[in-house]
């Protein structure tokens, strides 16, 4: 009967710590951190992570492991580029990176489930006729750009 209560009190606790890793949204904003903490990466049904006011000062690249991922905020760390590896993240739709360090846009544009970009407050040298072409063609916006003839746009004769 104790190897019964106490099979049963492991799979409870197997279970509890489960549910605590099904978070869906996750606020590390304010939190002074320089990397990504390795427990974050449990979370692997994340959608939405706030990493707002920090001091990242490169992408944390481990995101993309958490493959749900929909809603990046980075704004107002250190960043300084767009890494390559930003096309992994298939279900992206919101990526804030307003307030870094960011001087050259990537190209975006075959990530087609991304709506909003936000760039404001970067020191870009890129030229907003050429942001124009490397931002999804359904992206909504792209704060501090507006483009009301993106839609028309043909970006093949650049």
Known sequence: MKNVILVLFFIFLACGSSKRY???????????????????????NLKTINLRNNKF????LQLSQLTYLENIYLSDNYIDSIPVEILNFKNLKVLDLEGNKIRYFRNLS????????????????????SIECLIPEKAEALYGYEFPSIKGLDCKTR
Do not use: A, Q, W
Request: hydrophobic share 30%.
């Open 22 to 44: 099904e978070t869906k949204e996750l606020d590390l904003s304010g939190k002074n951190l320089k990397k990504l903490p390795e427990r974050i990466l449990k979370y692997r």
């Open 57 to 60: 000062i490169e992408f944390p």
């Open 110 to 129: 075959t990530m087609d489930s991304l709506k909003v970009i936000s760039i404001t407050h970067n020191p870009l040298k890129t030229k907003k006729s």
